[in-house]
């Protein structure tokens, strides 16, 4: 199997069972052929490589989409850590645990749910 049938759209048109028999005119035009093109000129691009754009061309919107659900699990988070940890505090009668209870549980819940986000982003 040639590269050439995986990587283009020449499988999916039928072009690949054509012999390439070149006539010597059309191969001496062809040597002056330069490989450079035009500015303006869009490159098509194939069916693999729109494949893979699609698959990982959205990497700035998905780690955009991560710090968001990290933002906010993080306010979800804190919350619920305050409200556990002022009740240890005032427990234990120390408000050190305070901080340490708002930030472990705000970093877990944020980490969480910026991977939730993430994945979600995946259906759209």
């Known amino acids: ?3 050439d049938r995986i990587w283009s759209n020449k499988a999916v048109e039928g072009e690949h069972y054509k012999i390439d028999k070149v006539d010597d005119r059309v191969q001496s035009l062809q ?3 330069t490989d450079m093109r035009p500015e303006n000129k869009e490159v098509e691009l194939t069916r693999m490589q729109r494949k893979m754009k699609r698959l990982f061309g959205s990497g ?3 780690s955009n989409l991560f710090i968001t659900g990290f933002q906010m699990g993080f306010m979800v ?3 619920f850590g305050s409200i556990l940890g002022l009740w240890q505090a005032i ?3 120390s ?3 305070l901080p340490m209870s708002v930030i472990g549980s705000g970093v877990s819940f944020g ?3 910026g991977l939730g986000m993430t994945f979600r982003s995946s259906d759209m």
């Open 60 to 62: 700035k919107a998905t």
């Open 1 to 3: 199997m040639s590269k």
């Open 31 to 33: 040597a002056f052929n």
């Open 95 to 97: 408000f050190l645990v």
């Open 111 to 113: 980490f969480f749910m």
């Open 77 to 79: 988070g804190g919350a």
């Open 91 to 93: 427990q234990m009668r």
